[in-house]
């Protein structure tokens, strides 16, 4: 048995299956950091064997790096088109569209010949969908699923906030998806969400598995996210920005951005004309694309390192309706020592204090507000505080042991 605190010999490592629903790399994308660490932590004590879907070409320059830390490595392409096609098995198999997205024959077949051909003694999923690859072949092994969010929720708050027919496929989905995070609950030994918040809504949700569900939080990596990092300003002179930062093609985000740029930004821009708000991310939509036409806002689309625009910009704003978890765009900000205006579910699993580590505006008249009292210097200490709370809440060299020990059988 290997103490998880210091590496290993390789022969004494134990082996593990890894299985993630997307290549967990690079370290500094949004949506990948977790598994990003999660991986390197994981590698540093076991033999990995890692399973992950490729959906995005420009990744696939880093798979040397993801397999120098790991044993094997299965990557299979995910045309997100086909997928789409393919998860539409679902509406007549009565299981949630997200499972048929994620299955691939391909990675199936390589699951159960590692189960024939290796010792491996411990499962990781990472998101709930990869663990329809863990068969019964797997059954004597200590089994841990990081869901990371409660997705058949954020199915349900799409729901809400779409028309006929949207609605209803959103609807059914998250009954669906329920079902199978419930199944995957009552199957693995343990199932970790990304805050306390996130875990305490699945033991709503199930709470016949209440014993079983735990979290650990995410990190952030304040070597790399520091305000005394130096480099040029991504903004022409005398520009004040207001930043968001994140995948722009990611619904919540793109629903953040337009109700932002549309209802908040536009009173701004008229009594500070020197005001700019920059959406900062990966493809863009049309209707994000579209917002750059729009006085004073600017779509960057993909940017090789989001630090420039974090350490030049005046504050950054995450007015999110819809977010499940910890929100990393925040924390980065946090940690760049940027003032934050966040919205209540942004600021889910963070835990912060308005006027202290970041500004809280809980209704659409909160942002003006809060922007003025930031250009009128009112919060001048707030970003000091705030990477300071990062740096002792979000530190992945305390958080990713808890992982390390219920791997070794510790559930305490």
Known sequence: MVEPGAPAEDSARPGLLFLCHRLPFPPNKGDKIRSYHLLKYLSAHYRVYLGAFVDDPADWVHAGKVEALCEAVCLVKLNPKLARLKSLSGLCAGRALSLPYYSSWRMARWV???????????????SSVMAQYVSGDYAACLKVADMVDVDSEKWR?????????????????????????????????????VSTAEADKFKELAPQYADRISSYSNGVDTDYFCPEWACPSPYEQNESVLVFTGAMDYWPNIDAVTWFAKQVFPALYNTNPQLRFYIVGSNPTAQVRGLADGPGVVVTGGVPDVRPYLRHGLLAVA?????????????????????????????EGIDAEHG??????????????LVEDVLAGKYSYIGRQARDKVKQKFNWGQNLPIVGRLLEGDTR
């Open 112 to 126: 159960k010949q590692l189960a024939a051909d290796k010792d491996i003694t411990r499962v990781v999923v990472y």
């Open 157 to 193: 708050e799409y729901a809400q906030r779409q028309r006929f027919p949207m609605n209803w496929v959103y609807a059914r989905e998250a009954s669906c998806l329920l079902r199978f995070e419930q199944t995957v609950a009552k199957t693995f030994d343990r199932s970790l969400f």
């Open 319 to 347: 007015p999110m309706h819809i977010a499940r978890g910890i929100q990393n765009k925040v924390l980065e900000a946090m940690a760049m020592a940027l003032p934050v205006i966040v919205s209540a579910p942004a600021l």
């Open 356 to 369: 202290r580590d970041v500004l809280l505006a809980m209704q659409m008249d909160d942002y003006a507000a």
